[in-house]
């Protein structure tokens, strides 16, 4: 193997720990962000945030819609 090819291959596997890293960060400050608004809509009202399982089903859902979006980035039409 030369030294460019070797290069190629380690450019190549070395993106994988970045992307990883920056989903952790982004889902992290996702799910921080969430629970800031949950925690205001629940001061506003006076109660304890709760969830009931209504809402846990539609966010379950909402989620999953969303990593399929993610998913189909950069896909070229077919």
Excluded: C, H
């Amino acid at each position: 193997m030369s030294d460019e090819t070797a290069l190629t291959t380690e450019v190549i596997d070395n993106w994988r720990p970045k992307v990883l890293t920056l989903g952790v960060i982004v889902g992290a400050l996702a799910g921080l962000g969430a629970a800031y608004l949950m925690i205001q809509r629940s001061e506003k009202r006076g109660v304890r945030p709760e969830l009931n399982a209504k809402e846990g089903v539609t966010l379950g859902m909402l989620v999953f819609g969303l990593l399929r979006q993610i998913s189909m980035l950069g896909e070229s039409d077919k």
